[in-house]
């Protein structure tokens, strides 16, 4: 049962955030913004690419191909071109990101099977969506190829063919989006309780609160809860958008899942706890906050894998909480990471978690004069 | 008026000016004249506009409609250099030097390079820093802060001085030295403008605007407005520990408008047209004979807004008796409080029985504020105990938190939340729950007529109604110590009488108070007064025993302040 106290402080500190149009402004706009970002800037590269196709041949092998790929979702639109100097043109221009060249007897070689090639230009400026698209391509000729001469798949091609499991079409924002969660998360969490303290001392409430009969603990627990609310409402909602409006496949188990998540908040909201009793203002602690959650984000594998970084970093990531929540996130959501994986993972943040909280409440209680 | 008008250095024809299209007129058709060689005073309570007014004559915003003119040339065109403007904070660069800050400010001012040696020298002595001009300005006290600032508004000479409130967070003796300053340059014939908060300092100033809300109620000489509480102003002494209920058996009549307690007497003010009758009617309350006194501009300022207000308390009689358990409410014993080599308050004792104000008057910075903290558990003693309600600090801290309401210097309240939220906040702070806590929070809302407000942010609330609510989430658990730390300053009287009828009923409650001011009046309210100056506790009595010290009979509770300091300064340069 809540005492009347600790209820008042809770309800307070949620009002707090929920009144001030700054703090409200924390609470919704980097997520949104985020979210928005993401999601346009990869649909942008993957999707809605033009290809230019040269067809030399018009037989039925070569408008196969053509057809397929003007099928494929990917692909918003094929552009006929009519010699090699509109082909070049046309990448020249960005018209297309690429362009197939079908041979005049390319399906007579098919229909011999001798071998048939078909040429293919990337526009190397827009390499990473260049290699993307290419990836399509090969799959669609192989396919077909593979259609037209069964004995190919097993055959002696001597070409290798990759398939990527988990994300077969190397889809960025599958990738991106479970990693997302963990820096939204983050970023919101930080940014309501570094305020926290630090608010009440810049206004001169905070003496005001240390006079009341609030027990140390009973504020810590109404200044902590409020923002680990807002941080599982956030990831909530990327919970529910990312496999609904991004189809990013949710395979893991929701339940350790949100018991990670649990542990990662309260490790950012001792953290945030720390960072705003050791400030004066709202200023000092936002600063603060950009001073932590930057190398956090950095040194969690969301930009550069970890296993890259040099021998002690790796070290230091291992006290990252964004690092092990990562981890999790991408488990969860792609990787269908199995319960003893996820608790492997879970218990460091636990210690993290316990960790950053025993280190706020005795700063909190050293501070208190 | 016309003549002078045409003699003025600064014009202002009905300036008015609102800061958002909702928001209540800052400053309503004001017209002010600033004439050469005289000081003329703004003054008024906290939120009547006198700082907008000052920074419309120093053309840093335009007024609505109505027109500024400086030396007959409008604001927006006039030579600035003949403005000499200091304004109430952030005038002074506190990194740097008083010698660099006087030569930031000339560079400012484009003032020749050839004079500047000279003027320096001048300006140095006349505010007596010349022995700190290496001194980093952030580190001088309160006082020397604002010479400097006067120091720097004077590196050209301007024909127009504007000082927004010069003597806030400036000891009564400093407040004195830079009056006698100012009071020189208006005889070279500077035209002044001096802006406060405090009624006593208007009585000094050759003219006086007195703004309330936006609008002048008030210009001209400061003893054409004291006047018309000429005659209506009297005085009875009375027993020390009658004076409260006195007080309040006066104040309920209603012949009485307004009253308050001075030292081992009360000093009434009576209605307008109230004759003999109604004066051999008190002198029946107070049990002995009245004596006419000297009205002051306070006086004339409460009658003009229509009185102070009643002598009962809604809020007292409510309020349940605090039993006497015959220990002492507060008690002191040789709090010390050491910040590393630097002593903040030495060795500070003192006892404060049930049912009584005490008072710790003392300059910024002194240690009154330390001591204060040291009470209410905000700073850990370095040295010697502190309790309340009989509660000592250091074992029982929440206990004795739950015995004491606190109420400090800027009402500190949670301005994003509304009245209704902030009461349920403290409220539940204080443990009160369920039908407890919706009764004391109906009650307040009640007494302190805040139906109209429950909803409404209290940052957003006129400084009256914040003051109000302040001490509504105070007491609202009904503590039987009170803690209130400069609890009036910049409102105006009326709210400041409220305010104290409420503390003086609930101490006839036997609730106890402990109180830090700056405000001499305020602390004649009080049973017993200690004065801290220099960590030291530098006397301890009676109003009216501090104010004997001085040696003269009609000497204020402001004479006995600087006497006192005085006579420290010299023990302390003899020894």
């Given at each position: 049962?809540?005492?009347?106290?600790?209820?008042?402080?809770?309800?307070?500190?949620?009002?707090?955030?929920?009144?001030?149009?700054?703090?409200?402004?924390?609470?919704?706009?980097?997520?949104?913004?985020?979210?928005?970002?993401?999601?346009?800037?990869?649909?942008?590269?993957?999707?809605?690419?033009?290809?230019?196709?040269?067809?030399?041949?018009?037989?039925?092998?070569?408008?196969?191909?053509?057809?397929?790929?003007?099928?494929?979702?990917?692909?918003?639109?094929?552009?006929?071109?009519?010699?090699?100097?509109?082909?070049?043109?046309?990448?020249?221009?960005?018209?297309?990101?690429?362009?197939?060249?079908?041979?005049?007897?390319?399906?007579?070689?098919?229909?011999?099977?001798?071998?048939?090639?078909?040429?293919?230009?990337?526009?190397?400026?827009?390499?990473?969506?260049?290699?993307?698209?290419?990836?399509?391509?090969?799959?669609?000729?192989?396919?077909?190829?593979?259609?037209?001469?069964?004995?190919?798949?097993?055959?002696?091609?001597?070409?290798?063919?990759?398939?990527?499991?988990?994300?077969?079409?190397?889809?960025?924002?599958?990738?991106?989006?479970?990693?997302?969660?963990?820096?939204?998360?983050?970023?919101?969490?930080?940014?309501?309780?570094?305020?926290?303290?630090?608010?009440?001392?810049?206004?001169?409430?905070?003496?005001?609160?240390?006079?009341?009969?609030?027990?140390?603990?009973?504020?810590?627990?109404?200044?902590?809860?409020?923002?680990?609310?807002?941080?599982?409402?956030?990831?909530?909602?990327?919970?529910?958008?990312?496999?609904?409006?991004?189809?990013?496949?949710?395979?893991?188990?929701?339940?350790?899942?949100?018991?990670?998540?649990?542990?990662?908040?309260?490790?950012?909201?001792?953290?945030?706890?720390?960072?705003?009793?050791?400030?004066?203002?709202?200023?000092?602690?936002?600063?603060?906050?950009?001073?932590?959650?930057?190398?956090?984000?950095?040194?969690?594998?969301?930009?550069?894998?970890?296993?890259?970084?040099?021998?002690?970093?790796?070290?230091?990531?291992?006290?990252?909480?964004?690092?092990?929540?990562?981890?999790?996130?991408?488990?969860?959501?792609?990787?269908?990471?199995?319960?003893?994986?996820?608790?492997?993972?879970?218990?460091?943040?636990?210690?993290?978690?316990?960790?950053?909280?025993?280190?706020?409440?005795?700063?909190?209680?050293?501070?208190?004069? | 008026?016309?003549?002078?008008?045409?003699?003025?250095?600064?014009?202002?024809?009905?300036?008015?000016?609102?800061?958002?299209?909702?928001?209540?007129?800052?400053?309503?058709?004001?017209?002010?004249?600033?004439?050469?060689?005289?000081?003329?005073?703004?003054?008024?309570?906290?939120?009547?506009?006198?700082?907008?007014?000052?920074?419309?004559?120093?053309?840093?915003?335009?007024?609505?409609?109505?027109?500024?003119?400086?030396?007959?040339?409008?604001?927006?065109?006039?030579?600035?250099?003949?403005?000499?403007?200091m304004p109430q904070r952030f005038g002074l660069?506190?990194?740097?030097?008083?010698?660099?800050?006087?030569?930031?400010?000339?560079?400012?001012?484009?003032?020749?390079?050839?004079?500047?040696?000279?003027?320096?020298?001048?300006?140095?002595?006349?505010?007596?820093?010349?022995?700190?001009?290496?001194?980093?300005?952030?580190?001088l006290s309160g006082g020397m802060k604002q010479k400097?600032g006067?120091?720097?508004?004077?590196?050209?000479?301007?024909?127009?001085?504007?000082?927004d409130e010069p003597g806030v967070g400036v000891d009564p003796?400093s407040r004195?030295?830079l009056?006698?300053?100012?009071?020189?340059?208006?005889?070279?014939?500077?035209?002044?403008?001096?802006?406060t908060a405090y009624?006593?300092?208007?009585?000094?100033?050759?003219?006086?605007?007195?703004?309330?809300?936006?609008?002048?109620?008030?210009?001209?000489?400061?003893?054409?407005?004291?006047?018309?509480?000429?005659?209506?102003?009297?005085?009875?002494?009375?027993?020390?520990?009658?004076?409260?209920?006195?007080?309040?058996?006066?104040?309920?009549?209603?012949?009485?408008?307004?009253?308050?307690?001075?030292?081992?007497?009360?000093?009434?003010?009576?209605?307008?047209?109230?004759?003999?009758?109604?004066?051999?009617?008190?002198?029946?309350?107070?049990?002995?004979?009245?004596?006419?006194?000297?009205?002051?501009?306070?006086?004339?300022?409460?009658?003009?807004?229509?009185?102070?207000?009643?002598?009962?308390?809604?809020?007292?009689?409510?309020?349940?008796?605090?039993?006497?358990?015959?220990?002492?409410?507060?008690?002191?014993?040789?709090?010390?409080?050491?910040?590393?080599?630097?002593?903040?308050?030495?060795?500070?004792?003192?006892?404060?029985?049930?049912?009584?104000?005490?008072?710790?008057?003392g300059p910024n910075g002194a240690?009154?504020s330390?001591?204060?903290?040291?009470?209410?558990?905000?700073?850990?003693?370095?040295?010697?105990?502190?309790?309340?309600?009989?509660?000592?600090?250091?074992?029982?801290?929440?206990?004795?938190?739950?015995?004491?309401?606190?109420?400090?210097q800027k009402?500190?309240?949670?301005?994003?939340?509304?009245?209704?939220?902030?009461?349920?906040?403290?409220?539940?702070?204080?443990?009160?729950?369920?039908?407890?806590?919706?009764?004391?929070?109906?009650?307040?809302?009640?007494?302190?007529?805040?139906?109209?407000?429950?909803?409404?942010?209290?940052?957003?609330?006129?400084?009256?109604?914040?003051?109000?609510?302040?001490?509504?989430?105070?007491?609202?658990?009904?503590?039987?110590?009170?803690?209130?730390?400069e609890?009036?300053s910049g409102?105006?009287?009326?709210?400041?009488?409220?305010?104290?009828?409420?503390?003086?009923?609930?101490?006839?409650?036997?609730?106890?108070?402990?109180?830090?001011?700056h405000?001499?009046?305020?602390?004649?309210?009080?049973?017993?007064?200690?004065?801290?100056?220099?960590?030291?506790?530098?006397?301890?009595?009676?109003?009216?025993?501090?104010?004997?010290?001085?040696?003269?009979?009609?000497?204020?509770?402001?004479?006995?302040?600087?006497?006192?300091?005085?006579?420290?300064?010299?023990?302390?340069?003899?020894?």
């Open positions: 049962m809540i005492g009347p106290r600790l209820r008042a402080i809770i309800l307070k500190e949620i009002l707090a955030v929920l009144r001030d149009p700054r703090a409200r402004l924390i609470l919704i706009a980097p997520p949104l913004i985020q979210f928005f970002l993401f999601g346009f800037a990869s649909t942008m590269e993957v999707n809605n690419i033009r290809v230019g196709v040269l067809d030399l041949d018009g037989g039925q092998w070569s408008r196969e191909i053509i057809e397929r790929l003007a099928a494929s979702p990917n692909v918003r639109q094929v552009v006929a071109l009519r010699s090699d100097d509109e082909l070049r043109a046309a990448i020249d221009r960005q018209r297309v990101i690429a362009a197939l060249r079908f041979d005049p007897h390319f399906s007579a070689d098919v229909a011999a099977r001798r071998g048939a090639m078909v040429g293919a230009v990337y526009d190397g400026r827009r390499s990473n969506a260049a290699q993307i698209v290419s990836g399509y391509v090969e799959r669609i000729v192989g396919e077909v190829g593979a259609s037209a001469v069964p004995r190919m798949m097993a055959g002696r091609g001597g070409r290798s063919l990759a398939s990527h499991w988990f994300n077969p079409n190397l889809e960025y924002m599958l990738f991106v989006m479970p990693a997302l969660v963990a820096v939204i998360a983050a970023v919101s969490a930080l940014a309501v309780v570094v305020q926290s303290v630090a608010r009440e001392r810049e206004l001169g409430t905070f003496d005001q609160l240390m006079v009341s009969p609030l027990r140390v603990h009973e504020i810590l627990v109404g200044k902590m809860l409020p923002p680990m609310l807002v941080g599982l409402v956030n990831v909530t909602l990327f919970v529910i958008l990312l496999p609904s409006v991004f189809r990013v496949p949710l395979t893991g188990s929701l339940p350790l899942f949100y018991l990670a998540l649990l542990f990662y908040l309260l490790a950012l909201t001792g953290l945030g706890m720390l960072i705003s009793t050791l400030s004066a203002t709202q200023q000092q602690a936002f600063l603060g906050m950009f001073a932590v959650v930057v190398p956090m984000i950095i040194l969690s594998g969301y930009a550069s894998p970890i296993d890259n970084m040099p021998g002690w970093l790796q070290v230091v990531t291992w006290i990252n909480p964004t690092a092990w929540f990562l981890t999790i996130s991408e488990g969860t959501f792609l990787k269908a990471m199995p319960p003893g994986q996820m608790l492997a993972n879970i218990w460091p943040l636990a210690l993290i978690a316990a960790g950053s909280t025993l280190a706020a409440s005795a700063l909190f209680r050293s501070r208190m004069e | 008026m016309d003549d002078d008008r045409t003699a003025a250095v600064a014009i202002g024809r009905g300036v008015s000016k609102r800061f958002a299209p909702d928001a209540p007129m800052a400053l309503d058709a004001v017209d002010i004249a600033i004439l050469p060689g005289r000081m003329t005073g703004l003054v008024g309570p906290d939120g009547a506009g006198k700082t907008t007014l000052i920074r419309m004559l120093a053309g840093l915003i335009a007024p609505d409609s109505g027109d500024v003119t400086v030396t007959g040339v409008p604001v927006d065109r006039v030579d600035r250099s003949l403005i000499g403007y660069y506190e990194d740097l030097t008083v010698i660099e800050n006087l030569r930031l400010y000339a560079d400012l001012r484009a003032l020749p390079l050839e004079e500047r040696a000279d003027r320096f020298a001048r300006l140095l002595e006349f505010t007596d820093l010349a022995r700190f001009r290496n001194r980093l300005a952030g580190k400097l006067l120091a720097c508004a004077l590196v050209r000479d301007p024909a127009l001085l504007l000082l003796v004195r030295e009056w006698a300053l100012v009071r020189g340059l208006v005889g070279d014939g500077i035209g002044v403008l001096w802006s009624l006593d300092e208007a009585e000094q100033c050759d003219t006086v605007f007195l703004l309330s809300e936006g609008r002048v109620l008030h210009s001209g000489l400061p003893e054409d407005l004291t006047g018309r509480a000429a005659g209506r102003i009297w005085q009875a002494p009375v027993e020390q520990a009658r004076r409260r209920a006195m007080l309040r058996e006066a104040l309920d009549l209603a012949s009485v408008i307004d009253g308050a307690v001075k030292g081992d007497a009360i000093r009434l003010m009576l209605a307008d047209g109230a004759g003999r009758d109604d004066v051999a009617m008190l002198e029946q309350v107070a049990g002995g004979p009245l004596t006419p006194a000297t009205p002051r501009f306070e006086d004339a300022f409460i009658d003009l807004l229509g009185g102070g207000p009643g002598g009962t308390s809604a809020l007292a009689r409510d309020y349940r008796t605090i039993a006497d358990d015959g220990g002492a409410a507060i008690e002191a014993v040789g709090l010390t409080k050491r910040f590393g080599d630097f002593t903040a308050a030495s060795d500070i004792c003192f006892s404060v029985p049930r049912g009584q104000v005490f008072g710790l008057l240690g009154k330390t001591t204060f903290k040291m009470l209410c558990g905000l700073l850990t003693p370095t040295e010697g105990t502190g309790s309340v309600a009989g509660k000592d600090l250091r074992h029982a801290r929440a206990d004795a938190r739950q015995s004491l309401g606190y109420m400090a009402f500190s309240l949670y301005g994003d939340l509304s009245v209704r939220q902030n009461l349920r906040f403290f409220a539940g702070a204080y443990g009160l729950s369920g039908r407890a806590a919706a009764d004391a929070i109906d009650r307040m809302i009640a007494i302190f007529h805040l139906e109209g407000q429950v909803d409404v942010n209290s940052g957003g609330l006129p400084l009256g109604f914040r003051q109000r609510l302040a001490l509504a989430c105070a007491v609202m658990h009904q503590p039987p110590v009170l803690f209130l730390d609890p009036t409102v105006d009287p009326i709210v400041r009488r409220e305010f104290w009828s409420h503390i003086n009923g609930l101490v006839e409650r036997g609730v106890s108070v402990l109180v830090t001011t405000f001499m009046e305020e602390a004649e309210y009080c049973d017993r007064i200690a004065l801290i100056y220099r960590a030291e506790q530098i006397a301890t009595g009676t109003p009216d025993e501090l104010k004997a010290q001085v040696g003269r009979p009609d000497a204020t509770m402001e004479d006995a302040f600087i006497a006192l300091i005085e006579a420290s300064d010299a023990r302390r340069q003899a020894a």
